[in-house]
């Protein structure tokens, strides 16, 4: 089955830089992968998705990338805010009648002062 | 602008009791599943459906039980509580479209999320 690895697992930036977030998926077949942001106490939330048949997709301050290649995506966030302190999951799915998402492990992001 | 209900917020079990999860939302979702979230582990599927009448297991489905009866409501059954389902239980459901052939999962929410404790 598939399998997506997510890395960091923990990352601080200062505010008002960007942050990079790197995900691999193994199953080639993969061909939407969806971003959440979980906040403490919270359930995950979507933020952005991207499509296998585009390499990248921008809201405001957030893009993520994809390389279908490679199998790997990312998760781009510029000019960060404090507000930006989360937990970020990857995920990735497969288009068919029995579609379910599988996530990575997470990223814990630090917007530092 | 309920979206997925979680019932109850938080329990704490006594281990070998069984207990029900509540999952329900009003979108007319037809894909719902439910999902473990641990330490370090990241959100693991237990169950899920794509309409009502039809489940099926996920990566980490052993000492639970799930049906779907209706559209709305996707409950998750402990029939024997064990300290290891110590987690945070996520619900979530999206809609399914595509051709008569092909269905893509597209855009789940998420409930609030259950704390069990199992001791």
């Known amino acids: 089955g598939e399998n997506v690895e997510q890395h960091p697992s923990t990352l601080s930036v200062q505010e008002g830089d960007s942050a990079v977030i790197k995900c691999t998926y193994s199953?080639?077949?993969?061909?939407?992968f969806p971003w959440y942001k979980q906040e403490l106490g919270k359930g995950p939330q979507l933020i952005i998705d991207i499509r296998s048949n585009v390499g990248e997709k921008k809201d405001q301050r957030i893009a993520v990338t994809l390389n279908k290649t490679a199998k790997h995506f990312s998760l781009h966030i510029t000019e960060t805010q404090p507000e930006d302190s989360a937990v970020y999951f990857c995920?990735?799915?497969?288009?068919?009648?029995?579609?379910?998402?599988?996530f990575g492990k997470g990223t814990r992001l630090h917007i530092l002062p | 602008n309920a979206g997925v209900t979680q019932t109850p917020k938080f329990q704490v079990l006594k281990t070998g009791q069984s207990m029900t999860l509540q999952c329900a939302q009003d979108m007319n979702h037809e894909y719902m599943s439910w999902y473990r979230q641990d330490p370090g582990m990241g959100l693991r599927l237990i169950h899920y459906?794509?309409?009502?009448?039809?489940?099926d297991q996920g990566e980490v489905p052993n000492g639970y039980n799930v049906s779907r009866s209706t559209t709305e409501d996707f409950p998750l059954r402990l029939l024997s509580a064990a300290p290891s389902q110590t987690s945070v239980y996520f619900c979530a459901s999206s809609y399914l479209s595509g051709t008569e052939h092909l269905f893509f999962n597209y855009g789940y929410t998420f409930g609030s999320g259950t704390r069990l404790t199992v001791v």
């Open positions: 459906s794509v309409g009502a009448g039809i489940t």
């Open positions: 995920a990735a799915s497969i288009m068919n009648r029995d579609d379910k998402i599988i």
């Open positions: 199953d080639s077949a993969s061909n939407y």
